[in-house]
């Protein structure tokens, strides 16, 4: 069983910067494809970013969010920079094993989420 932990959620205003870690318990971490999911109130789930060898965003926050791993801490960081009142939503991360992100991962473990806000 996997267990994933993300933090550095809160509320930022339009324009800024907000960094989001997702913890892994002790896996072959290397191993496992993490994703990054949001769900924003009343809309489906959105696919944000995956990273294993290497990250793929979707186009809504290319650009704009940076993700990195580092496989001794089995930690994975969403940077997110230039936030938008859209993307507000509580966001989630998500561990694959043996995926590859250019694969089209199936998520077998996911965290509890955590909250981000854009306002003023």
């Known amino acids: 069983q996997v267990h994933l932990v993300e933090s550095g959620g809160g509320l930022v205003q339009p324009g800024g910067s907000l960094t989001l870690s997702c913890a892994a318990s002790?896996?072959?971490?290397?191993?496992?494809?993490i994703g990054w999911f949001r769900q924003a109130p009343g809309k489906e789930r959105e696919a944000v970013s995956c990273?294993?060898?290497?990250?793929t965003y979707a186009d809504t926050v290319k650009d704009r969010f940076t993700t990195t791993r580092n496989n001794d801490k089995n930690v994975v960081e969403l940077q997110m920079s230039g936030l938008k009142p859209e993307d507000t939503a509580v966001y989630y991360c998500?561990?694959?094993?043996?995926?590859?992100?250019?694969?089209?991962?199936?998520?077998?473990?996911w965290g509890q989420g955590i909250q981000v806000t854009v306002s003023s």
């Open positions: 990273i294993r060898d290497s990250a």
């Open positions: 002790d896996i072959a971490f290397e191993l496992y494809a």
């Open positions: 998500a561990a694959a094993l043996g995926w590859y992100c250019d694969d089209g991962p199936i998520y077998n473990f």
